[in-house]
Protein backbone atom coordinates (compact mmCIF):
# COMPACT_ATOMS: atom_id res chain seq x y z
CA UNK A 1 0.00 0.00 0.00
CA UNK A 2 2.71 1.91 0.92
CA UNK A 3 4.67 1.32 -2.04
CA UNK A 4 1.81 1.82 -4.35
CA UNK A 5 1.09 5.51 -2.52
CA UNK A 6 4.90 6.24 -3.04
CA UNK A 7 4.73 5.34 -6.80
CA UNK A 8 1.65 6.88 -7.53
CA UNK A 9 3.08 9.97 -5.52
CA UNK A 10 6.58 9.98 -7.98
CA UNK A 11 3.99 9.41 -10.83
CA UNK A 12 1.89 12.91 -10.49
CA UNK A 13 5.93 14.47 -9.66
CA UNK A 14 6.92 13.12 -13.41
CA UNK A 15 3.68 14.30 -15.04
CA UNK A 16 3.83 17.78 -12.97
CA UNK A 17 7.68 18.24 -13.96
CA UNK A 18 6.37 17.09 -17.72
CA UNK A 19 3.82 19.87 -18.24
CA UNK A 20 5.93 22.24 -16.32
CA UNK A 21 8.74 21.63 -18.56
CA UNK A 22 7.04 21.75 -21.69
CA UNK A 23 5.02 25.07 -20.44
CA UNK A 24 8.13 26.29 -19.84
CA UNK A 25 9.34 25.53 -22.98
CA UNK A 26 6.94 27.08 -24.45
CA UNK A 27 6.92 30.12 -22.64
CA UNK A 28 10.64 30.83 -23.14
CA UNK A 29 11.55 33.24 -25.78
CA UNK A 30 13.10 31.47 -28.66
CA UNK A 31 12.73 35.34 -29.51
CA UNK A 32 15.88 37.80 -29.86
CA UNK A 33 16.24 41.11 -30.61
CA UNK A 34 19.26 43.34 -32.15
CA UNK A 35 19.55 47.18 -32.54
CA UNK A 36 22.03 49.06 -35.03
CA UNK A 37 23.47 51.42 -33.44
CA UNK A 38 23.63 50.06 -30.01
CA UNK A 39 25.88 52.91 -29.11
CA UNK A 40 25.58 56.71 -29.90
CA UNK A 41 27.96 59.36 -28.25
CA UNK A 42 27.41 63.17 -27.68
CA UNK A 43 29.75 65.46 -28.63
CA UNK A 44 29.93 68.88 -26.56
CA UNK A 45 28.49 71.25 -28.76
CA UNK A 46 25.62 68.65 -29.65
CA UNK A 47 24.65 66.94 -26.36
CA UNK A 48 22.14 64.93 -27.59
CA UNK A 49 21.74 61.81 -30.71
CA UNK A 50 20.04 62.39 -33.89
CA UNK A 51 19.89 58.91 -35.70
CA UNK A 52 18.03 56.62 -37.34
CA UNK A 53 17.91 53.26 -35.37
CA UNK A 54 17.51 49.47 -36.94
CA UNK A 55 15.31 47.24 -34.74
CA UNK A 56 15.75 43.66 -35.95
CA UNK A 57 13.98 40.44 -34.09
CA UNK A 58 13.60 36.72 -35.25
CA UNK A 59 11.12 34.50 -33.27
CA UNK A 60 11.01 31.04 -33.52
CA UNK A 61 7.32 30.82 -33.79
CA UNK A 62 5.06 33.18 -36.30
CA UNK A 63 4.40 35.94 -33.21
CA UNK A 64 2.97 39.56 -34.50
CA UNK A 65 4.99 41.53 -31.90
CA UNK A 66 4.88 45.43 -31.13
CA UNK A 67 7.78 47.47 -30.12
CA UNK A 68 7.72 49.81 -26.53
CA UNK A 69 10.22 51.91 -25.64
CA UNK A 70 10.43 54.72 -23.06
CA UNK A 71 10.77 57.24 -25.57
CA UNK A 72 8.37 59.95 -25.85
CA UNK A 73 8.36 59.67 -29.80
CA UNK A 74 7.64 55.79 -29.57
CA UNK A 75 5.54 54.63 -26.80
CA UNK A 76 4.02 51.36 -28.51
CA UNK A 77 4.42 50.25 -31.93
CA UNK A 78 2.78 47.16 -33.59
CA UNK A 79 3.57 44.97 -36.58
CA UNK A 80 0.79 44.38 -39.10
CA UNK A 81 1.68 40.21 -39.32
CA UNK A 82 4.23 37.81 -38.33
CA UNK A 83 6.54 38.17 -41.52
CA UNK A 84 7.32 42.26 -39.97
CA UNK A 85 10.95 41.38 -38.15
CA UNK A 86 12.64 44.80 -38.56
CA UNK A 87 11.98 48.23 -37.79
CA UNK A 88 13.46 51.80 -38.62
CA UNK A 89 12.90 54.69 -35.95
CA UNK A 90 14.37 58.15 -36.27
CA UNK A 91 14.25 59.45 -32.80
CA UNK A 92 16.57 62.47 -31.09
CA UNK A 93 17.44 61.42 -27.33
CA UNK A 94 19.95 62.74 -24.97
CA UNK A 95 19.37 59.68 -22.59
CA UNK A 96 19.37 55.27 -22.61
CA UNK A 97 16.16 54.37 -24.69
CA UNK A 98 14.93 50.86 -23.63
CA UNK A 99 13.00 49.18 -26.24
CA UNK A 100 10.80 46.06 -25.19
CA UNK A 101 9.28 43.51 -27.43
CA UNK A 102 6.36 41.88 -26.34
CA UNK A 103 3.06 39.26 -28.33
CA UNK A 104 0.94 41.41 -29.74
CA UNK A 105 -1.95 39.10 -28.48
CA UNK A 106 -0.39 37.81 -24.98
CA UNK A 107 1.70 41.10 -24.24
CA UNK A 108 4.11 38.66 -23.14
CA UNK A 109 7.56 40.29 -23.12
CA UNK A 110 9.57 38.52 -25.70
CA UNK A 111 13.26 40.05 -25.64
CA UNK A 112 14.79 43.84 -25.12
CA UNK A 113 17.66 45.71 -25.97
CA UNK A 114 18.91 49.55 -25.24
CA UNK A 115 20.52 52.36 -27.34
CA UNK A 116 23.37 53.69 -24.94
CA UNK A 117 23.74 57.03 -24.75
CA UNK A 118 27.05 58.59 -23.62
CA UNK A 119 28.53 62.06 -23.66
CA UNK A 120 32.28 62.36 -25.04
CA UNK A 121 34.80 62.37 -22.22
CA UNK A 122 35.70 66.10 -22.06
CA UNK A 123 39.07 66.85 -20.83
CA UNK A 124 38.64 68.90 -17.35
CA UNK A 125 39.80 72.55 -17.37
CA UNK A 126 40.38 74.89 -14.72
CA UNK A 127 41.29 78.31 -14.45
CA UNK A 128 45.45 79.17 -14.47
CA UNK A 129 46.47 81.70 -11.97
CA UNK A 130 49.74 82.74 -13.80
CA UNK A 131 50.41 84.00 -17.14
CA UNK A 132 52.89 81.03 -18.55
CA UNK A 133 55.26 83.71 -19.19
CA UNK A 134 55.42 84.95 -15.61
CA UNK A 135 58.85 83.53 -14.93
CA UNK A 136 60.62 86.67 -16.85
CA UNK B 1 56.10 112.00 -10.43
CA UNK B 2 56.66 108.70 -12.13
CA UNK B 3 54.80 106.74 -9.52
CA UNK B 4 51.59 109.44 -10.29
CA UNK B 5 52.09 108.51 -13.70
CA UNK B 6 51.90 105.22 -13.34
CA UNK B 7 48.63 105.63 -11.18
CA UNK B 8 46.89 107.58 -13.93
CA UNK B 9 47.86 105.44 -15.87
CA UNK B 10 46.50 103.03 -14.68
CA UNK B 11 43.11 104.80 -14.12
CA UNK B 12 43.13 105.65 -17.51
CA UNK B 13 42.63 102.09 -18.49
CA UNK B 14 40.23 101.17 -15.88
CA UNK B 15 36.85 102.76 -18.20
CA UNK B 16 38.03 101.10 -20.78
CA UNK B 17 38.77 97.82 -19.40
CA UNK B 18 35.01 98.35 -17.76
CA UNK B 19 33.77 97.50 -21.04
CA UNK B 20 35.14 94.18 -21.22
CA UNK B 21 33.87 90.79 -20.93
CA UNK B 22 34.22 88.74 -17.46
CA UNK B 23 37.90 87.20 -17.79
CA UNK B 24 37.19 85.11 -15.22
CA UNK B 25 35.46 82.70 -17.75
CA UNK B 26 37.45 79.84 -19.63
CA UNK B 27 36.97 81.21 -22.83
CA UNK B 28 39.42 82.59 -25.15
CA UNK B 29 40.23 85.33 -23.42
CA UNK B 30 41.13 84.18 -20.15
CA UNK B 31 44.15 81.20 -19.93
CA UNK B 32 42.75 77.77 -19.02
CA UNK B 33 44.37 74.57 -18.20
CA UNK B 34 43.51 70.79 -18.53
CA UNK B 35 43.55 69.39 -14.94
CA UNK B 36 46.09 66.54 -14.54
CA UNK B 37 48.37 67.30 -17.63
CA UNK B 38 51.72 68.69 -17.68
CA UNK B 39 51.83 72.54 -19.93
CA UNK B 40 55.33 72.48 -20.81
CA UNK B 41 57.27 75.08 -23.19
CA UNK B 42 59.89 77.19 -24.24
CA UNK B 43 60.42 80.93 -25.34
CA UNK B 44 63.63 81.49 -27.54
CA UNK B 45 65.02 85.20 -28.69
CA UNK B 46 65.97 88.22 -27.11
CA UNK B 47 65.88 90.32 -23.87
CA UNK B 48 67.40 92.07 -21.33
CA UNK B 49 66.56 92.04 -17.76
CA UNK B 50 68.00 95.20 -16.19
CA UNK B 51 69.97 95.11 -13.11
CA UNK B 52 69.37 98.01 -10.01
CA UNK B 53 72.51 97.14 -8.16
CA UNK B 54 75.43 98.61 -8.74
CA UNK B 55 78.31 97.46 -10.10
CA UNK B 56 76.25 93.99 -11.11
CA UNK B 57 75.08 93.37 -15.23
CA UNK B 58 72.10 93.84 -16.81
CA UNK B 59 70.61 89.86 -17.01
CA UNK B 60 70.10 89.28 -20.80
CA UNK B 61 67.73 86.41 -21.61
CA UNK B 62 67.72 83.84 -24.12
CA UNK B 63 65.65 80.98 -23.48
CA UNK B 64 62.66 80.83 -20.36
CA UNK B 65 60.48 77.60 -19.72
CA UNK B 66 57.06 77.78 -18.51
CA UNK B 67 56.15 74.57 -16.53
CA UNK B 68 53.14 74.10 -15.10
CA UNK B 69 50.93 71.16 -13.50
CA UNK B 70 47.06 71.33 -12.02
CA UNK B 71 45.42 68.77 -10.37
CA UNK B 72 42.09 69.29 -8.94
CA UNK B 73 43.04 71.26 -6.15
CA UNK B 74 46.77 71.74 -5.97
CA UNK B 75 49.07 73.35 -8.74
CA UNK B 76 52.35 73.54 -9.63
CA UNK B 77 52.90 77.14 -11.75
CA UNK B 78 56.41 78.34 -13.04
CA UNK B 79 58.02 77.13 -9.70
CA UNK B 80 55.25 78.88 -7.21
CA UNK B 81 53.00 75.51 -5.52
CA UNK B 82 49.57 76.02 -4.29
CA UNK B 83 46.28 74.58 -3.22
CA UNK B 84 42.59 76.38 -3.84
CA UNK B 85 40.99 76.16 -0.81
CA UNK B 86 37.84 78.44 -2.64
CA UNK B 87 37.23 78.33 -6.61
CA UNK B 88 34.27 80.60 -7.32
CA UNK B 89 32.53 82.18 -10.66
CA UNK B 90 33.69 85.65 -9.16
CA UNK B 91 36.70 84.85 -6.45
CA UNK B 92 39.44 82.04 -6.06
CA UNK B 93 41.23 81.76 -2.81
CA UNK B 94 44.51 79.92 -2.87
CA UNK B 95 47.38 79.03 -0.06
CA UNK B 96 50.58 79.66 -2.10
CA UNK B 97 54.41 79.78 -2.55
CA UNK B 98 56.42 82.44 -4.36
CA UNK B 99 59.37 84.08 -4.38
CA UNK B 100 60.88 87.48 -4.19
CA UNK B 101 62.47 89.26 -7.14
CA UNK B 102 65.10 90.67 -5.01
CA UNK B 103 67.40 87.83 -4.49
CA UNK B 104 67.66 87.48 -8.54
CA UNK B 105 69.56 90.37 -8.66
CA UNK B 106 72.38 89.00 -6.60
CA UNK B 107 72.42 85.40 -7.53
CA UNK B 108 72.92 84.10 -10.95
CA UNK B 109 71.33 81.04 -10.22
CA UNK B 110 68.35 82.28 -8.98
CA UNK B 111 64.83 80.89 -10.11
CA UNK B 112 63.86 84.02 -11.41
CA UNK B 113 66.91 83.73 -13.57
CA UNK B 114 66.33 80.01 -14.33
CA UNK B 115 67.67 79.30 -18.24
CA UNK B 116 68.50 83.34 -18.58
CA UNK B 117 71.69 83.24 -19.91
CA UNK B 118 74.61 85.40 -19.17
CA UNK B 119 75.88 86.43 -15.78
CA UNK B 120 74.98 89.16 -13.00
CA UNK B 121 77.91 89.05 -11.41
CA UNK B 122 79.42 91.35 -9.55
CA UNK B 123 81.34 93.60 -12.72
CA UNK B 124 84.83 93.47 -11.38
CA UNK B 125 86.12 95.75 -14.79
CA UNK B 126 83.77 98.51 -13.35
CA UNK B 127 85.50 101.63 -12.31
CA UNK B 128 86.42 101.91 -9.13
CA UNK B 129 85.25 104.64 -6.86
CA UNK B 130 86.72 106.81 -3.68
CA UNK B 131 85.78 105.41 -0.49
CA UNK B 132 83.34 107.03 1.50
CA UNK B 133 84.95 109.59 3.84
CA UNK B 134 83.06 112.54 5.42
CA UNK B 135 84.79 115.98 4.62
CA UNK B 136 83.58 118.61 5.62
CA UNK B 137 79.98 117.40 4.85
CA UNK B 138 80.71 116.28 2.14
CA UNK B 139 79.59 112.31 1.07
CA UNK B 140 81.90 110.84 -1.60
CA UNK B 141 80.52 107.58 -3.88
CA UNK B 142 80.86 104.81 -1.40
CA UNK B 143 82.84 101.95 -2.04
CA UNK B 144 81.37 98.62 -1.14
CA UNK B 145 83.46 95.34 -0.74
CA UNK B 146 82.26 92.46 -1.72
CA UNK B 147 79.11 91.48 -0.85
CA UNK B 148 77.29 88.99 1.12
CA UNK B 149 75.21 86.62 0.40
CA UNK B 150 71.54 87.52 -0.50
CA UNK B 151 69.94 84.27 -0.46
CA UNK B 152 67.18 82.82 -2.30
CA UNK B 153 63.75 82.75 0.03
CA UNK B 154 60.12 81.32 -0.54
CA UNK B 155 57.63 83.17 0.89
CA UNK B 156 54.71 81.13 1.43
CA UNK B 157 51.13 82.89 2.06
CA UNK B 158 47.48 83.08 0.95
CA UNK B 159 46.13 84.84 -2.91
CA UNK B 160 43.13 85.98 -3.62
CA UNK B 161 41.44 86.27 -6.80
CA UNK B 162 38.56 88.47 -7.22
CA UNK B 163 37.49 88.39 -11.57
CA UNK B 164 35.29 91.40 -12.50
CA UNK B 165 34.35 92.90 -15.71
CA UNK B 166 37.34 94.83 -15.18
CA UNK B 167 39.11 92.53 -15.43
CA UNK B 168 41.48 90.26 -12.51
CA UNK B 169 42.55 91.80 -9.42
CA UNK B 170 45.05 89.58 -7.27
CA UNK B 171 45.66 90.08 -3.68
CA UNK B 172 48.10 88.44 -1.70
CA UNK B 173 50.02 88.37 1.15
CA UNK B 174 52.91 85.95 2.29
CA UNK B 175 56.11 85.46 4.59
CA UNK B 176 59.18 84.14 4.15
CA UNK B 177 59.11 80.21 5.14
CA UNK B 178 62.83 79.78 5.78
CA UNK B 179 63.88 82.60 8.12
CA UNK B 180 66.12 84.05 5.72
CA UNK B 181 65.26 87.75 6.15
CA UNK B 182 61.87 86.94 8.30
CA UNK B 183 60.18 90.02 6.24
CA UNK B 184 56.79 89.66 4.43
CA UNK B 185 55.62 90.87 0.91
CA UNK B 186 52.20 91.74 -0.17
CA UNK B 187 51.02 92.24 -3.58
CA UNK B 188 47.77 93.96 -5.37
CA UNK B 189 47.80 93.43 -8.87
CA UNK B 190 45.41 94.40 -11.42
CA UNK B 191 45.05 91.88 -14.78
CA UNK B 192 43.53 92.77 -18.07
CA UNK B 193 43.35 89.59 -20.72
CA UNK B 194 41.89 90.31 -24.33
CA UNK B 195 41.94 87.90 -27.29
CA UNK B 196 41.69 89.37 -30.83
CA UNK B 197 42.21 87.00 -33.31
CA UNK B 198 45.07 85.08 -32.93
CA UNK B 199 46.33 87.55 -30.43
CA UNK B 200 46.67 87.55 -26.89
CA UNK B 201 47.10 90.68 -24.63
CA UNK B 202 47.52 90.90 -20.85
CA UNK B 203 48.25 93.91 -19.42
CA UNK B 204 49.04 94.29 -15.73
CA UNK B 205 49.27 96.91 -12.91
CA UNK B 206 51.28 95.98 -9.84
CA UNK B 207 52.20 97.39 -6.21
CA UNK B 208 54.75 95.24 -4.77
CA UNK B 209 54.85 95.75 -0.92
CA UNK B 210 58.05 94.70 1.18
CA UNK B 211 58.40 94.71 4.58
CA UNK B 212 61.51 96.14 6.14
CA UNK B 213 63.16 93.02 6.76
CA UNK B 214 62.83 92.44 3.08
CA UNK B 215 64.45 95.71 2.62
CA UNK B 216 66.99 95.52 5.35
CA UNK B 217 67.86 91.85 3.99
CA UNK B 218 68.39 92.67 0.01
CA UNK B 219 69.42 96.07 0.04
CA UNK B 220 70.93 96.90 3.23
CA UNK B 221 74.72 97.09 3.33
CA UNK B 222 76.33 94.74 6.10
CA UNK B 223 79.16 96.07 8.41
CA UNK B 224 81.93 93.71 6.22
CA UNK B 225 80.48 95.54 2.85
CA UNK B 226 81.15 99.31 4.43
CA UNK B 227 81.06 100.27 7.92
CA UNK B 228 79.84 103.47 7.62
CA UNK B 229 76.95 102.61 5.19
CA UNK B 230 76.03 100.02 7.39
CA UNK B 231 74.94 102.42 10.13
CA UNK B 232 73.96 105.59 7.53
CA UNK B 233 71.30 103.51 5.49
CA UNK B 234 68.20 102.72 7.52
CA UNK B 235 65.89 100.24 5.65
CA UNK B 236 62.29 100.71 5.78
CA UNK B 237 59.16 99.10 4.01
CA UNK B 238 58.79 100.12 0.22
CA UNK B 239 56.81 99.93 -2.30
CA UNK B 240 57.78 99.06 -6.10
CA UNK B 241 54.93 99.58 -8.71
CA UNK B 242 55.36 98.40 -11.97
CA UNK B 243 53.48 97.65 -15.38
CA UNK B 244 53.39 94.83 -17.17
CA UNK B 245 52.41 93.71 -20.82
CA UNK B 246 52.34 90.26 -22.38
CA UNK B 247 51.22 89.86 -26.08
CA UNK B 248 51.52 86.21 -27.30
CA UNK B 249 50.24 85.85 -31.09
CA UNK B 250 49.25 82.40 -31.68
CA UNK B 251 50.42 80.76 -34.60
CA UNK B 252 48.70 77.28 -34.38
CA UNK B 253 48.56 74.63 -31.52
CA UNK B 254 52.36 74.97 -30.50
CA UNK B 255 53.91 78.01 -32.06
CA UNK B 256 53.53 81.03 -31.09
CA UNK B 257 55.01 84.64 -30.91
CA UNK B 258 55.53 86.68 -27.51
CA UNK B 259 56.42 90.22 -26.53
CA UNK B 260 57.12 90.77 -23.08
CA UNK B 261 57.39 93.80 -21.32
CA UNK B 262 57.53 94.64 -17.68
CA UNK B 263 58.32 97.93 -16.13
CA UNK B 264 58.66 98.82 -12.15
CA UNK B 265 59.64 101.59 -10.35
CA UNK B 266 61.71 101.40 -7.35
CA UNK B 267 60.39 102.52 -3.99
CA UNK B 268 62.35 106.03 -2.77
CA UNK B 269 63.10 103.31 0.28
CA UNK B 270 65.39 100.86 -2.03
CA UNK B 271 66.48 103.33 -4.36
CA UNK B 272 67.91 105.60 -1.19
CA UNK B 273 70.05 102.22 -0.84
CA UNK B 274 73.75 102.97 -1.85
CA UNK B 275 74.09 99.64 -3.29
CA UNK B 276 71.29 100.77 -5.91
CA UNK B 277 71.87 103.16 -8.45
CA UNK B 278 68.66 103.11 -10.73
CA UNK B 279 65.60 104.43 -10.27
CA UNK B 280 63.15 101.52 -11.87
CA UNK B 281 63.86 97.82 -13.33
CA UNK B 282 62.70 96.60 -16.74
CA UNK B 283 62.55 93.74 -18.80
CA UNK B 284 61.60 92.67 -22.31
CA UNK B 285 61.68 89.58 -24.43
CA UNK B 286 61.11 89.05 -27.81
CA UNK B 287 61.06 85.32 -29.15
CA UNK B 288 59.17 82.38 -30.19
CA UNK B 289 57.86 79.59 -28.26
CA UNK B 290 57.22 76.30 -28.33
CA UNK B 291 54.23 74.60 -26.50
CA UNK B 292 54.49 71.29 -26.02
Not at chain 1, 24 to 30: C, K, L, Q
Not at chain 2, 89 to 114: G, V
Amino acid sequence: MLLTTYRLLLAVFVLISFFNSALAADNDSEASITLSPQFCITSAEEQSCDLTVVLNWEIDTPTTVCIMSDHESLTKWCADSPTTHSLSLAMLTDKDVQFVMVDKETHQTLAGVKLKVTPTAEPQVRRRYRNPWSLF
Amino acid sequence: MKKLAVLLLTALILPFASLANDAAMCDENSDCITVGRWDLGIALGYGVKSNPVKNYEDIPIYLAPTIAYYGDKWFFDNGNLGYTLAEQEKFTINLTTSFSADSAYFYRWDPSNIFIAGTNQLNVGATPVARTVRTFGVEAEPVINDLEDRNFTLLGGVEAFIYTRAGIINLSVAHDLFDVHSGMEAKLKWLYSIAIAQWKFELAAVADWKSEDVVNYYYGVRPSENVYWSEKFQAASATNLGLELTTQYVINEHWELIFLARYSELADEIVASPLVNEKNTSTFFVGAAYRF
